[in-house]
C-alpha cells in the first residue's frame, strides 16, 4: 500500500542537510535504480523479486489502519467536540468497513499469517456476518448521532438515538465472544481488540450525551460500570492472548525470529496500541480533553535481503546469529525514553572484483539524550575499520522515514553472499520548525546482482495519506542495533510513536498524560523495567525509601496556574507518596496497596494516586516523585503521572463528578437502596464530608440530592451495625434493667455489657475532629500491664446469627500497642500500631478550623499514612500501620441459655501505649461455608468438649476450696475465725479458691468467665477472714514486706528477700529491732514468731510491760524444727493500694515484696487452628488482677514458735536480738486471743 508523499523532497534547505565526509554522496537517479536485478547471466539460478520489496507476512492495510484508528483517537481522548465526535465516528466506519475488500478479513488474514494458524471456517464466517451487522448498526447510529448533534432539541431523532444506541450496545455485548472462540484466540485477537475499542467508544457516550438523549441517571450509571468492567476484561484479554502468540512464536533461529519480530510489532499496532488508550476514554476520569502519549519502541524488519528464491540468499539462512542472540543484539533492554541526536556510521569493504565489491555498514556510534537528561552513547557492531566513518547529527529532528537498500554480494567461485547496506536515506525534519526538513543520506560503492530497497513506511505508515507524510508521519527513529556475523551486516531500526513528545509540554486548558520512563534521572533502587502490555510502554519500578526519580516538565502557561496531580501505580503495600514541582508540593500523602505480593501486573493492578492538594507552576520545571514509608524496601510499579488544570468550573464540576461517584459507590450495583458490605461506616462520613463541601454556586440541586442519599446510606450503616452507641455517647452508663444473682448478689456483667461501652477511668470521649465527623475515644498508657487500659462490649448471642463470619472494622487516628480481640471459642488477637500525625492540613492551603473553631472539612488535606482495608483473615497476616482495621470471627450454632456472644475488647497494656480511634462497627460478613463451616464447627466442638471437662474440675475444685474456706470460720455466718486460725490456713484456702480456672477471661481479668461467681463467693470470705485476722493482729508490719516500715531500729539491720520472701536479718548481737503494741489489759494473746538461727548463739525475741511481765521465745541453730503450715499465700485486691506508711495492715505491700514478673508475654492465637483450643489462660501472671502469687513454701530451717500472753497494761513491748551470728525472722504475730 503506496502512501501519497507528494513530493516531499522538492523543496530542501540544504542548510539543514548534515555535514558528512567525502564518502557520503547523494544517492543518483541512475543508482538508486539499481534495485532491479543486474547481471544476470552471474547465476541463472538466482531470482530476486523486482521493485519494492514486500515481505509476505506483512500486510500495509493492516499496519496503516491500525495506525490510523490509534492516531485519530488520540485526538478524541476525554470529552472532545461534538464536531470531532461526529468526524471522528465518520472515519473510524471508513476504516473498519470500507468499499471494496473486507478489512475483517483482511486482519484476520494477516494474523493467520503471522502464526501460521487457520480460523476455523464457521468461526470466520459467524464472525464476518456479525461483524457486518455491527458495521451497518454502527454506520445507522453514527448518522443518528450526527443529526441530533445538529439539533439536540428535535425529539424523533431524539428518540431514533436514544433507541440505536440501547441496541447497539447490546449488540456489541452479545457479538464480543465470538471473537474470542476457544484456541482461535491468536488469529482472532486484532478481530476482537478493534471490536473491543468500538464498544468501549460506544459505551463512553452514554456519558458524554446519554442524559441529553433520554437515559436516566441510573442507566448511564450502569453503562458506566459496565465501560469500567469491560476496560478491565478487554485489556486482559487482549494482552494474555498476545502473549501467547508472542511466546509460541519464539523460536531457535533468526528465520523464527523475522516472524516473532512481526508479530511483536503489528499486533502492538493493531493491538497493544489500542489498549493502552482504554482507560483514557473514561470520562469521569478525564472530563475535559486529553493528551496521552504512546513511550513503547517497534522495531521494522532487519535491512536484508529476503524472499530470493535461494535460500542462502536469505539473510537470515546466512550463517546468521541464533534467535537469542539477534535479540539481545538489537533489542534494546528496558530503559528512559530517549531521542536520537548523532549516529556514526563505520563502513568495512569487501571485493571480489571490479564487477562485484560492495562497502557496506559494518557498526555504529549513536548518541541519545532523555529529555533534559546527560548525553548517553552506545557502540554496536565493527568499528574498528580503516574507511573513515560517516556522521550525522539529528538535534531536535525527528527520522521520520528510512529508505535503507540491502545489498548482496556473491563471493568467490562458490558465489558465497555477503550480504551488507551500502546505501540509506534518513529523511527528517523539526517538529518545532515546519520548514526546517531534508534528507541525510549515507552512500557507498556497490557492484553486484541485486539490491533490494527497505522502506520503512511499508511497515510503519504515516497515520494519513490525505498530507504529506513528512506531517502525517506517525512514527520516529529512536536507535539502531546491528546483527552481525563474518558475512552479515544487518541494522535493524527501532521506532517511538510520534505522540511522545520531545519537551513533556504541560497543558493549560487539557489533562496531560506524561509516562515517567521520560523522566532524565532515576535515583538508585529504582530502574524501568518491560510494561505489561496496557501501559503503551515500559513502566518505572522501585524499592526505594525517599527519591524516586526527576523529570524536566514545560508548562506553556507564562503566569502560575494551578493543576491537580495523580500517578497511575501498583503496589503490593501502602504507600505514603509527594510529588515536587518547583518549588510547588503535593505534601505527603497516603494509598493504599492495589495487588497481593507476587501478584502479576494486570490492569486492574493500576490505579491513580491523585493528590487532593495541587501544585502550582509555569514556564520550565523540574518534577521530582518520592516515597517516605519504604523502610521494608517493598516494590512498587509507577506507569505515569497526569497534570489536570484547574478553574472555577472545572473545580466545581470535578468535585461534583467525584462525590456522584462516591455516592453512588456506596450502594451495591444490583440494588441501589442497598449497602455494599464493603463500604465502612468511616468511608460514608467521608463521603458526607465530599457533599457536604460541593460549590451551593454551581451545583446546589445536586448536592441536596447527594446529601439525601448520604443520609440513608448512614442510618442503613446504623442499622447493620450490631454494636451499641457506636458513636460513643457514654461509656460505664448503667442500663435501666440489670439482673442480679438471688443467692449470690452478683450483678451480671455480661447482661451489662450488651448496654454499651464499658472502660477503665482514664478513657476519654472526644468530640468529632479534622479526622472523625463523629466522637471517638481516646485510649492512654497504663504504669502496668496488670492494670491495662481497656475498652469492651458484648454482643449477645440474641443479635447472632448461626454459622456466620462477623467483622469487626473501625479507623484508627493513631496507635501504639492497641490490642484488640474477638472473644467467642477463643480469642482472636492484633496489635495494631498506626502512626499518626499532629495535623492533617498542609501549611499552604485555607486554615483547618472555621471561626467558630470547628474543623474546616472543605480544607484541603491530606493522610500521613494509607487508608488501607486491613483485613486479618483466617490466619492471614495483617498489614500494619494502617488507619483502617478490621478483624474477623465466625460463630457456630446458637445458644441463648449459655450466651456466649462475642467479647469485643481493645487493651493497652504499655506505658507508652495510645489509641484514638472511632467509627467502630460489628456486623454481619458472610454465611459460612465450605472449609469455613468445617473449621468452625471443629473449633465449637472442642470448646464443648473443653467446657464438660471444665465443669467436671471445676465442681471437685469448688468443694475443696469451700471447705478449706468454711474451716476458717466458726460458723455459716463467717464473721468469727476459729481460735487456731492462722495466716497460713487463710493463704492456703485461697490458693485453693485460685484453682478455680475461667473465673476470668484472661484477655481482660475484668471481665467474668464462666466460675466468675463462684469465684467471687469464696475470694469474698477469703477476704473477711484476712480483714478478720488483720483486727486479731496488733503487730503492724509483722511480715517485714514494708520494710522496716512501724519498727524501731538499734544498730546494723536489714530486710532482704530470700526464696520471694521478706525476711528481717539482724547480723551483729548489738544491733535490736523492737514496736511498741497497743493492747488490751486483761485479755490473752498468742505471740508466734517464724524465724531461722545461723551460727552459734540464740536469737531472741522478748515481750514485757513496762515493768516487769516479760516473757520470750529463744531460737538456736541446732533446736529441732517445729511445723507450721507451708501454703503462705499472697496479697489480695483489697490491700493492693496501701502504702508503705500505711502500718494498719499486715499485709500492705506484699505483691510488691514478692517480686512478681510483670513482664511474661502471653501465647494469644489469632486463628481457628487446632491448637488454638488448648488452655492457654492459666498462664496469665496477671489472671483476675486480683494480687494472688503462687508462694513457695518456708525453706528448711525456719522455726515457729509461740507463747501465750495476757498484758496488765495497754501497751507492751516486742523486742527482737541476738547473741552472736546471723537471727533472720520471717513473721512475727500478736493475736488475740477468743473470748
Known sequence: MNSNRKNENEIIDASFIPAVSNESVTISKEYAQTNQLQNNSIEDGLCIAEGEYIDPFVSASTVQTGISIAGRILGVLGVPFAGQLASFYSF??????????????????????????????????????????????????????????????????????????????????????????????????????????????????????????????????????????????????????????????????AESWVRYNQFRRDLTLGVLDLVALFPSYDTRTYPINTSAQLTREVYTDAIGATGVNMASMNWYNNNAPSFSAIETAVIRSPHLLDFLEQLKIFSASSRWSNTRHMTYWRGHTIQSRPIRGALITSTHGNTNTSINPVTFQFPSRDVYRTESYAGVLLWGIYLEPIHGVPTVRFNFRNPQNTFERGT??????????????????????????????????????????????????????????????????????????????????????????????????????????????????????????????????????????????????????????????????????????????????????????????????????????????????????????RAQEAVNALF??????????????????????????????????????????????????????????????????????????????????????????????????????DVFKENYVTLPGTYNECYPTYLYQKIGESELKAYTRYQLRGYIEDSQDLEIYLIR????????????????WPLSVESPIRRCGEPNRCAPHFEWNPDLDCSCRDGEKCAHHSHHFSLDIDVGCIDLHENLGVWVVFKIKTQEGHARLGNLEFIEEKPLLGEALSRVKRAEKKWRDKREKLQLETKRVYTEAKEAVDALFVDSQYDRLQADTNIGMIHAADKLVHRIREAYLSELSVIPGVNAEIF?????????????????????????NNGLACWNVKGHVDVQQSHHRSVLVIPEWEAEVSQAVRVCPGRGYILRVTAYKEGYGEGCVTIHEIENN??????????????????????????????????????AGYEDAYEVDTTASVNYKPTYEEETYTDVRRDNHCEYDRGYVNYPPLPAGYVTKELEYFPETDKVWIEIGETEGTFIVDSIELLLMEE
Open 92 to 253: 473510524i466506519v471508513g476504516e473498519l468497513w470500507p468499499k471494496g475488500r473486507d478489512q475483517w478479513e483482511i486482519f484476520m488474514e494477516h494474523v493467520e499469517q503471522l502464526v501460521r494458524q487457520q480460523i476455523t471456517a464457521n468461526a470466520r464466517n459467524t464472525a464476518l456476518a456479525r461483524l457486518q451487522g455491527l458495521g451497518d448498526s454502527f454506520r445507522a447510529y453514527q448518522q443518528s448521532l450526527e443529526d441530533w448533534l445538529e439539533n439536540r432539541n428535535d425529539a424523533r431523532t431524539r428518540s431514533v438515538l436514544y433507541t440505536q444506541y440501547i441496541a447497539l450496545e447490546l449488540d456489541f455485548l452479545n457479538a464480543m465472544p465470538l471473537f474470542a472462540i476457544r484456541e482461535q484466540e491468536v488469529p482472532l485477537l486484532m478481530v476482537y481488540a478493534q471490536a473491543a475499542n468500538l464498544h468501549l467508544l460506544l459505551l463512553r457516550d452514554a456519558s458524554l450525551y446519554g442524559r441529553e438523549f433520554g437515559l436516566t441517571s441510573q442507566e448511564i450509571q450502569r453503562y458506566y460500570e459496565r465501560q469500567v468492567e469491560r476496560t478491565r476484561d478487554y485489556s486482559d484479554h487482549c494482552v494474555q492472548w498476545y502473549n501467547t502468540g508472542l511466546n509460541n512464536l519464539r523460536g531457535t533461529n
Open 440 to 657: 541525510a543520506n549515507y552512500s557507498q560503492p556497490y557492484e553486484s546482482p541485486g539490491l533490494q530497497l527497505k522502506d520503512s513506511e511499508t511497515e510503519l505508515p504515516p497515520e494519513t495519506t490525505e498530507r504529506p507524510n513528512y506531517e502525517s508521519y506517525s512514527h520516529r527513529l529512536s536507535h539502531i542495533g546491528i546483527i552481525l556475523q563474518t558475512r552479515l551486516n544487518v541494522p535493524v531500526y527501532s521506532w517511538t510513536h510520534r505522540s511522545a513528545d520531545r519537551t513533556n509540554t504541560i497543558s493549560s486548558d487539557s489533562i496531560t498524560q506524561i509516562p515517567l520512563v521520560k523522566s532524565f534521572n532515576l535515583n538508585s533502587g529504582t530502574s524501568v523495567v518491560s510494561g505489561p502490555g496496557f501501559t503503551g510502554g515500559d513502566i518505572i519500578r522501585t524499592n526505594v525509601n525517599g527519591s524516586v526519580l526527576s523529570m524536566g516538565l514545560n508548562f506553556n502557561n507564562t503566569s502560575l496556574q494551578r493543576y491537580r496531580v495523580r500517578v497511575r501505580y501498583a503496589a503490593s503495600q501502602t504507600m505514603v507518596l509527594r510529588v515536587t514541582v518547583g518549588g510547588s508540593t503535593t505534601f505527603d500523602q497516603g494509598f493504599p496497596s492495589t495487588m497481593s505480593a507476587n501478584e502479576s501486573l494486570t490492569s486492574q493492578s493500576f490505579r491513580f494516586a491523585e493528590f487532593p492538594v495541587g501544585i502550582s507552576a509555569s514556564g520550565s520545571q523540574t518534577a521530582g516523585i518520592s516515597i517516605s514509608n519504604n523502610a521494608g524496601r517493598q516494590t512498587f510499579h509507577f506507569d505515569k503521572i497526569e497534570f489536570i488544570p484547574i478553574t472555577a468550573t472545572f473545580e466545581a464540576e470535578y468535585d461534583l463528578e
Open 668 to 769: 451495591t450495583n444490583t440494588n441501589p437502596r442497598r449497602l455494599k458490605t464493603g463500604v465502612t461506616d468511616y468511608h460514608i462520613d467521608e463521603v458526607s464530608n465530599l457533599v457536604a463541601c460541593l460549590s451551593d454556586e454551581f451545583c446546589l440541586d445536586e448536592k441536596r440530592e447527594l446529601l439525601e442519599k448520604v443520609k440513608y446510606a448512614k442510618r442503613l450503616s446504623d442499622e447493620r451495625n450490631l454494636l451499641q452507641d457506636p458513636n460513643f455517647t457514654s461509656i460505664n452508663k448503667q442500663p435501666d434493667f440489670i439482673s442480679t444473682n438471688e443467692q449470690s448478689n452478683f450483678t451480671s456483667i455480661h447482661e451489662q455489657s450488651e448496654h454499651g461501652w464499658w472502660g477503665s477511668e482514664n478513657i476519654t470521649i472526644q468530640e468529632g475532629n
Open 825 to 840: 471459642y477463643n480469642a482472636k488477637h492484633e496489635t495494631l500500631d498506626v502512626p499518626g500525625t499532629e495535623s492533617v
Open 1016 to 1040: 467471687e463467693e469464696l475470694e469474698g470470705r477469703i477476704i473477711t477472714a484476712i480483714s478478720l485476722y488483720d483486727a486479731r493482729n496488733v503487730v503492724k508490719n509483722g511480715d517485714f
Open 1110 to 1147: 516479760t516473757d520470750e521465745l529463744k531460737f538456736k541453730n541446732c533446736e529441732e524444727e517445729e511445723v507450721y503450715p507451708t501454703d503462705t499465700g499472697t496479697c489480695n485486691d483489697y490491700t493492693a493500694h496501701q502504702g508503705t506508711a500505711a502500718c494498719n495492715s499486715r499485709n
